[in-house]
């Protein structure tokens, strides 16, 4: 149904900046929210930052407050993340996925993209 492609991991210096992309596929973009999570081997998948539909409504970890900021241009089906001073321990793989509820938590969103990585150099 929802297809999920995100771009522009790669590597970034600790204490710089990096902005990755989530574009989707099919109708009506501007109807659902959507969030980024991020995932290290070894470690529990992390909600990272959510979107209403409109874009008027974010929502962000308290580990990400203040340095990340997400986005949406629904005319491009296209969500963004802005990551500024990054730390080493931030590097993962990060995903986008489309929500069915709301929510902080993985169980309200219902597609997933298969990520980009983040590699953190320190």
């Known amino acids: 149904q929802v297809q999920l492609v995100e771009s522009g991991g790669g590597l970034v210096q600790a204490g710089g900046s990096l902005r990755i992309s989530c574009v989707a596929s099919g109708r009506a973009f501007n109807r659902y929210a959507m969030g980024w999570f991020r995932q290290d081997p070894g470690k529990e998948r992390e909600f990272v930052a959510g979107i209403s539909g409109s874009g008027g409504v974010t929502l962000y970890a308290d580990s990400v407050k203040g340095r990340f900021t997400i986005t949406r241009d629904n005319a491009k089906k296209t969500m963004y993340l802005q990551m500024n001073n990054l730390a080493a321990e931030e590097a993962a793989v990060y995903c986008c996925?489309?929500?069915?509820?709301?929510?902080?938590?993985?169980?309200?969103?219902?597609?997933w993209g298969h990520g980009t990585q983040v590699t953190v150099a320190s």
């Open positions: 996925a489309k929500a069915r509820r709301f929510v902080r938590a993985s169980w309200g969103y219902d597609y």
